[in-house]
């Protein structure tokens, strides 16, 4: 290569480089963005205060609960109720129902999602069975709580939020990492 | 413009030692030969592509499942559309650039020779892997050119790593060959090749390149993201693993949007070269076509989430992709009136590769209207994945980009080969495409009004009739470009000697050199006055 051309070669392979590793950084980038505006539907991954702030009787909300197994998952997953009529800052609690029909044991992990996207950050979890991995003996069966209030500051559009979680069957990252409990939402 | 051509440039014919046979082409660093290079691989290329979509427009032909499988039917609508993009459009751009740029700037040769055999040599394995893995069990890619996660991650075939592979070296050669680009432009201009006296396929092809160098590696570390995801246990697409797959439309569209502008904006440079040959007339607005190239280009990085209106985006942004989606049809409608202001009252002929600028600049502008119409967040809930995206995006691509190789290849075919191609076959030519282009993609735009979902091999039976139209200006589409391939042969074997100047309002350093151009030309740098 012609001397000449080394510094502008070297600056664009360089520039090449680091767009590369821009790719990656977006994921970071990503999740901080949506974090910050709840713009995925992603709820927060840990659990909100239980001082609830004051109960706002003038207004309504419907709460429609989703469950669903992912395909390779055999649980059996459902919630108590389909829906749910609160007041913004009451707390309520929620089952669900999880049977595990196969004959070994299984580790679950449920990954929440709200729609409207932009609901999410209001809705606010205090215990959730989604923080951590659920196991099950084969055979059996057991109800999973939750534990939530809607934020007062819920903006009035919203009058229904609806919360889905896809349960997904985590037996064998569970076995290979054994007990370090990942983070959900992450 | 203009150059003296010295003696020496004569003296150079003399020892033009090259090697003969294979080995001339396997160790050439001679822009000129790899501008060959890459332009006969380009075509090879579009016809392999084109094959495939013979065979889309086959099944298409009749609702129900006709002759392949809907496996098989994927298959082809993603290896179609990879090969047209990323093995005949990019590198037919590339081999022009090889071939046109130094010869323009007045350089002897592209600023890293060495580095050019390897871009373009590289290029036929990344080709022949991805084919290859048509053949393995299971089959080859079958999640849309796209490769939306999880269709790519946990839904694809076995095979997907070969696609993977394949992708990875596309891009390596296609961001050698943007260096390249960018080095030769900046280090190797004549003296006195100001930039604002550059010609404008000089301009694009730089911003072009620039493009290329900033997308190229994000799509380069997205299929990488689907490579470990589907091999190696990460979860960057996957939701049980705490990813997320809407952020892989963020990241492919992210290089998806401006490498729309990577196979226009040459297309530009070259419609802005042919339209003052032919209209007598220099080019009308030379300064703001520079500037407005550049603004599309900068906006390109603003606009990518108008693929991604359906995901459920927040109203604000929803309106800010629109609003700056919208603010792109500015600069590109400059350009649409400088070219019809340099047209106004020139003495214009009608050769092959003006009518073929021609038809590039109306039949691009619709393809310009149906972007626009997308864009509109709440029509483009109505209009995504069906057909009337088909339409858009091949009235862009075929009626724009191909149809700029086309007349550029008509209009430098002389200089390269020193012959004049066959003026009749090539109107022939001309006007078989220019019919068949619309019977086969226009109506896509009713269909997908009226519904039809894109990438899939059967319909509902309304849009019987209009398919089988379209799959009847499809055939003669394909067998129009034999015609070209004919007028190819035929020049490059002989014809009418070209004069240096060809054209007779040609204007350039690229003829001033005679034709065909000598092996090495501009060994002493012109002079530019
Ligand atoms: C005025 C300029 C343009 C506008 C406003 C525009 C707008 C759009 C929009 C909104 C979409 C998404 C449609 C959907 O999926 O629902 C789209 C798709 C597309 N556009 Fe354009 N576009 C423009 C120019 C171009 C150009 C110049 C090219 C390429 C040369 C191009 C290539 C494509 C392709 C390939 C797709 C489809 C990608 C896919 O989903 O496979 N567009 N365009
Ligand atoms: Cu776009």
Redesign the interface.
């Known amino acids: 290569m012609a001397l000449r051309h080394k510094p502008l070669t070297v600056k664009l392979a360089v520039t090449a480089l680091a767009m590369f590793g821009f790719g990656f950084a977006l994921v970071p980038l990503y999740d901080v963005f949506c974090d910050l505006t709840g713009l995925n539907g992603k709820t927060a991954a840990t659990a909100a205060s239980a001082e609830a702030a004051m109960i706002d009787t003038s207004r309504q909300v419907v709460i429609e609960f989703v469950a669903r197994p992912n395909k390779q998952m055999p649980w059996v997953f459902k919630p108590e109720v389909s829906r749910m009529t609160v007041h913004p800052g009451e707390i309520h609690i929620m089952n669900y129902l999880a049977e595990n029909p196969t004959g070994r044991m299984i580790v679950g992990q449920a990954v929440p999602s709200v729609s409207p996207g932009q609901a999410a950050l209001y809705f606010h979890k205090i215990e959730c069975f989604c923080f951590t991995q659920q196991q099950l003996a084969g055979g059996k069966n057991m109800l999973m709580p939750l534990q939530f209030y809607v934020d007062p500051a819920l903006p009035s559009q919203f009058s229904t939020i609806t919360l889905s979680y896809t349960l997904y069957d985590v037996t064998n990252a569970w076995q290979d990492s054994s007990a370090v409990s990942t983070q959900p939402g992450e | 413009m203009s150059a003296v051509v010295t003696d020496h440039e004569h003296d150079h014919e003399h020892h033009d030692h090259k090697p003969s046979g294979i080995k001339r082409w396997l160790y050439t660093t001679n822009h000129k030969d790899i501008g060959t290079m890459y332009l006969v691989f380009a075509l090879i290329m579009f016809f392999i592509g084109g094959a495939m979509a013979m065979v889309i427009r086959a099944e298409l032909f009749q609702p129900g499942m006709q002759f392949v499988e809907p496996n098989f039917f994927n298959q082809m609508t993603t290896v179609h559309g990879l090969i047209m993009v990323f093995g005949a459009v990019m590198p037919a751009f590339t081999g022009l650039a090889n071939w046109m740029i130094p010869m323009m700037i007045g350089a002897p040769d592209m600023?890293?020779p060495?580095?050019n055999n390897w871009s373009f040599w590289i290029l036929p394995f990344a080709f022949l892997i991805l084919l290859m893995s048509l053949f393995m069990p299971g089959g080859g890619p079958s999640f849309g050119w796209t490769f939306y996660a999880p269709l790519s991650t946990t839904y694809s075939s076995d095979s997907t790593a070969l696609f993977v592979f394949s992708v990875h070296i596309m891009g390596i050669s296609s961001?050698m060959g943007?260096?390249n680009v960018?080095?030769t432009i900046?280090?190797l201009r004549a003296p006195g090749m100001t930039w604002m006296k550059m010609p404008l396929f000089v301009w694009t092809w730089l911003i072009t390149a620039f493009l290329l160098?900033?997308?190229?590696?994000?799509?380069?570390?997205?299929v990488t993201?689907v490579l470990t995801d589907k091999y190696f246990?990460t979860s960057?697409f996957d939701?049980?693993?705490?990813g997320?797959p809407?952020?892989f439309q963020?990241?492919f569209w992210?290089f998806g949007h401006p490498e729309v502008y990577i196979m226009i904006l040459p297309a530009f440079g070259i419609v802005s070269a042919i339209v003052p040959t032919f209209a007598r007339k220099p080019l009308f607005g030379y300064a703001s076509m520079v500037y407005a190239t550049s603004s599309i280009a900068l906006l390109s990085f603003l606009v990518w989430a108008h693929h991604m209106f359906t995901t459920?985006?927040?109203v604000a942004?929803a309106l800010f992709f629109m609003y700056c989606t919208m603010l792109i049809a500015v600069p590109t409608g400059v350009k649409v009136f400088n070219w019809v202001a340099t047209m106004w009252r020139g003495a214009m002929t009608f050769e092959v590769p003006m009518m073929f600028a021609l038809a590039f600049i109306v039949l691009f502008t619709i393809g310009g209207f149906s972007g626009l119409m997308l864009a509109i967040t709440p029509a483009d809930f109505q209009y995504h994945d069906t057909y009337f995206v088909v339409a858009h995006f091949h009235y862009v691509l075929v009626t724009g980009a191909v149809f700029s190789i086309i007349a550029a290849a008509y209009y430098w075919l002389p200089k390269w080969t020193g012959h004049m191609y066959d003026e009749k076959l090539g109107q022939w030519h001309f006007w078989c495409s220019l019919i068949s282009v619309n019977l086969l993609f226009f109506p896509m735009h009713f269909v997908g009004l009226a519904g039809m979902p894109r990438r899939i091999p059967d319909y509902a039976l309304q849009f019987a009739d209009f398919n089988a139209f379209i799959s009847i200006g499809g055939f003669l589409f394909g067998a129009s470009q034999l015609i070209f391939v004919w007028v190819l042969v035929k020049c490059a074997r002989g014809g009418e000697k070209a004069t240096a100047q060809v054209w007779e309002g040609a204007e350039g350093l690229e003829w001033q050199v005679p034709s065909p151009a000598p092996y090495h030309t501009f060994d002493t740098p012109p002079v530019i006055k």
């Open positions: 600023a890293l060495r580095m961001i943007a260096i960018i080095v900046f280090n160098i900033m997308v190229m590696p994000v799509l380069a570390g997205v993201m246990g960057f939701a049980a693993g705490g997320d809407v952020l963020h990241i992210f459920g985006m927040p942004g």
